[in-house]
T-cell receptor
Framework: GQNIDQPTEMTATEGAIVQINCTYQ??????LFWYQQHAGEAPTFLSY????GLEEKGRFSSFLSRSKGYSYLLLKELQMKDSASYLC?????????????FGSGTRLLVRP | DAGVIQSPRHEVTEMGQEVTLRCKPI?????LFWYRQTMMRGLELLIY????????DSGMPEDRFSAKMPNASFSTLKIQPSEPRDSAVYFC??????????????FGPGTRLTVL
């Protein structure tokens, strides 16, 4: 089976830094995605990692360790608009038709 | 570009009725995905197409669900007959060529389906 674990909820303060962790145990690996989803809206792409290390994109960074089956999303200088769910997704390899498996998401609440 | 277009945005129907959800992918995208999202099960892939051909339908829950993509700009997901447990938000997403290389998926606004 495929298993992706994320914390259910997190709370942080405006202006602070928050790290959302994701661990995965899947039958294969061909990349890890992070998506943001505001309540009642569609998921939107944030980042993609396929090699180990840190990818930085403005206030958001994503890290991957394939040997540990671990990723995190780092959000800096938090803003109220960052309150949303953050979905970790693993893409399976070609023999599993490259499908994306999503975690249940982490609901982040940013407080003033 | 208008993005991925889905219709209807909301659908309320009674158990046993046929439901058809529609999707228009972004022009030039050759991958199309249908997902279902519920509180209990999160976001699940139902089926996806590449160049109008179904590639993986292992996520389709049962024979009551069917999906078609008659051309590059249109796809349907049909549920017949519908049941209350089908109530969910159904998302369509598309991505450009190069999935293996890491192409992101662009999601439509979703169809919120309620089966009474």
């Amino acid at each position: 089976g495929q298993n992706i674990d994320q914390p259910t909820e997190m709370t942080a303060t405006e202006g602070a830094i928050v790290q959302i962790n994701c661990t995965y145990q899947t039958s294969g690996f061909n990349g890890l995605f992070w998506y943001q989803q505001h309540a009642g809206e569609a998921p939107t792409f944030l980042s993609y990692n396929v090699l180990d290390g840190l990818e930085e994109k403005g206030r958001f960074s994503s890290f991957l360790s394939r040997s540990k089956g671990y990723s995190y999303l780092l959000l800096k200088e938090l803003q109220m608009k960052d309150s949303a769910s953050y979905l970790c997704a693993v893409r399976l390899p070609m023999d599993s038709s490259y499908k994306l498996i999503f975690g249940s998401g982490t609901r982040l609440l940013v407080r003033p | 570009d208008a993005g991925v277009i889905q219709s209807p945005r909301h659908e309320v129907t009674e158990m046993g009725q046929e439901v058809t959800l529609r999707c228009k992918p972004i022009s030039g995208h050759d991958y199309l995905f249908w997902y279902r999202q519920t509180m209990m099960r999160g976001l699940e892939l139902l089926i996806y197409f590449n160049n109008n051909v179904p590639i993986d339908d292992s996520g389709m829950p049962e024979d009551r669900f069917s999906a078609k993509m008659p051309n590059a700009s249109f796809s349907t997901l049909k549920i017949q007959p519908s049941e209350p447990r089908d109530s969910a938000v159904y998302f369509c997403a598309s991505s450009p060529p190069g999935l293996a290389g890491g192409a992101e998926q662009f999601f439509g606004p979703g169809t919120r389906l309620t089966v009474l």
